[in-house]
């Protein structure tokens, strides 16, 4: 299997912070992975903090963009015992995966259901 991925973004939000304007807060993302004819999709939302550096809107470019998304996300969680897990989040990896299950699933629907071997396509010449 060799899926080829396409990450885009479709939309971004932004806000006035710190006496800036247009600041991104969240990025709309849709991920496209096609493996010879079968495509399978997700789609999903970023959220961002302003930080120390800014990049003025007019000069963000998508792969900027997808950067921020792709950057790793420490995740915290205290159960009610007070047991605190840590653990660390990865888009990038996350949304190729569920690609990935989405066309292995295809595949194996596929070859669950072949053509029927009396039902021939008929070349018209």
């Known amino acids: 299997m060799s899926i080829t991925y396409k990450w885009s973004i479709s939309k971004l939000r932004v806000e006035q912070q710190s ?3 247009n600041v991104v807060v969240n990025a709309e993302w849709r991920l496209e992975g096609t493996d010879g004819e079968l ?3 997700a789609a999903g939302h970023c959220d961002f903090v302003l930080g120390g ?3 003025e809107f007019s000069q963000l470019t998508e792969e900027q963009v997808l950067d921020w998304c792709f950057a ?3 995740i915290t969680l205290v159960d009610r015992e007070g047991i605190t897990t ?3 989040k990865l888009l990038k990896d996350e949304g190729e995966a569920q690609v ?3 066309i292995e699933r295809m ?3 596929k070859a669950a259901e072949p053509a029927l071997p009396w039902a021939q396509i008929q070349a018209y010449v």
């Open 53 to 55: 550096r800014f990049t």
């Open 86 to 88: 840590t653990f660390t």
């Open 19 to 21: 006496n800036k304007s």
């Open 107 to 109: 595949l194996a629907q």
């Open 72 to 74: 790793p996300k420490e």
């Open 100 to 102: 990935a299950g989405q």
């Open 39 to 41: 495509t399978a999709a």
